[in-house]
């Protein structure tokens, strides 16, 4: 099992910025994507961005050039920097983390932290 403990959501104005934390512990090998996932009140939980150990990124087009997602893999820790934040970026946020076992693969979540952009 993976556990991931995330930190740094809050309250910030239009604008602003915060950088969100994830730290995964427990059977960490063969990770090979972490990621962020966001849930907005009444919307179904949609990809924010995601790293892979291969170095390749991926971003949701609403967020493209305001966020920046970074992994410390020696510390099995994904950051996800959010500058510029709007309104709509409200929501819980989830970190997530992909394990490929070569047979299948194995998917965790953790438990949330809440951003909330006041306008």
């Known amino acids: 099992q993976v556990q991931l403990v995330e930190s740094g959501g809050g309250l910030v104005q239009a604008g602003g910025s915060l950088r969100l934390s994830c730290a995964a512990s427990?059977?960490?090998?063969?990770?090979?994507?972490m990621g962020w996932y966001r849930q907005a009140p009444g919307k179904q939980r949609e990809l924010v961005a995601t790293?892979?150990?291969?170095?390749?990124?991926n971003y949701a087009d609403s967020v493209k050039g305001r966020f920046t997602i970074s992994s410390d893999n020696s510390k099995n820790t994904v950051y996800l920097q959010m500058n510029s934040l709007k309104p709509e970026n409200t929501g819980v946020y989830y970190c997530?983390?992909?394990?490929?076992?070569?047979?299948?693969?194995?998917?965790?979540w953790g438990q949330g932290t809440q951003v909330t952009v006041s306008s």
């Open positions: 790293a892979a150990n291969a170095g390749h990124t």
């Open positions: 997530n983390v992909e394990r490929n076992l070569g047979f299948g693969r194995l998917r965790y």
């Open positions: 427990g059977t960490t090998s063969r990770i090979n994507v």
